[in-house]
């Protein structure tokens, strides 16, 4: 780990629980099941750990993305929740490189951000029209800070929508370097966006796809 560099972890919950997926931020290209093409990060350099996290905001799918069939994409909510467990795999990144996986996840768009104003305020919001434009603080591991990203809207203010046969099982391929095929199932069912668009039996057949 170079000492020049600053690091820190970015907690994902969507598709970037999928490592492959996620490297095509790092990297550039286009991850499997997807039509869009990522740019990638200035520093292609690969995470320098990895690990599973519990995050404790309230998971759920809404809005239509282009690149995933026109269909729902994962958000959390704005307000934290102990009995909500929205699993999350962290990654240990640069700050430049955090700071271009969310230039990246919102179109492109330029912004400035000051992590540290997000650790003081436990989150900030940068872009108030961009699906991820709001940087929320998630604590300490190691000595590094942990943050994630979601919709700058409250939860109620939209409808949830159906996410893509192609992006759950991105979602569940992540999910299964960690947790068992049952576990996940119980996991994803009574998110809202799943439970009542996928039946137990067509989640399972995703699962063990």
Do not use: H
Not at 80 to 90: E, F, G, I, N, V
Not at 179 to 192: A, C, F, R, T
Request: proline residues 5%; glycine residues 8%.
């Amino acid at each position: 780990m170079s000492n020049s560099k600053q690091y820190v972890w970015y907690a994902s919950y969507g598709s970037n629980l999928n490592k492959d997926r996620f490297l095509c931020y790092i990297k550039g290209g286009s991850p499997f099941g997807s039509t869009r093409i990522e740019t990638g990060c200035k520093d292609s350099s690969l995470p320098v750990a990895e690990s599973p996290f519990i995050i404790n905001y309230p998971l759920y799918f809404a809005k239509k993305a282009a690149g995933w069939q026109d269909q729902g994409v994962a958000f959390i909510g704005l307000k934290q929740a102990p009995d909500s467990l929205t699993y999350s795999k962290k990654y240990l990144i640069t700050i430049d490189q955090f700071l271009d996986v969310v230039k990246q996840e919102n179109s492109g768009l330029a912004f400035d951000m000051d992590l540290n104003e997000v650790k003081e305020k436990g989150s900030k919001l940068f872009r108030q029209n961009a699906w991820y434009g709001n940087i929320i603080f998630l604590g300490e591991d190691n000595g590094y800070p942990i943050f994630t990203f979601t919709a700058p809207w409250d939860r109620s203010s939209v409808d949830v929508k159906k996410p893509s046969p192609n992006y759950l099982a991105t979602i569940i391929k992540g999910l299964k370097t960690d947790y068992p095929n049952e576990e996940i199932l119980d996991y994803l069912q009574k998110k809202p966006g799943i439970k009542g668009f996928y039946t137990d039996d067509e989640l399972a057949s995703v699962i063990s796809g």
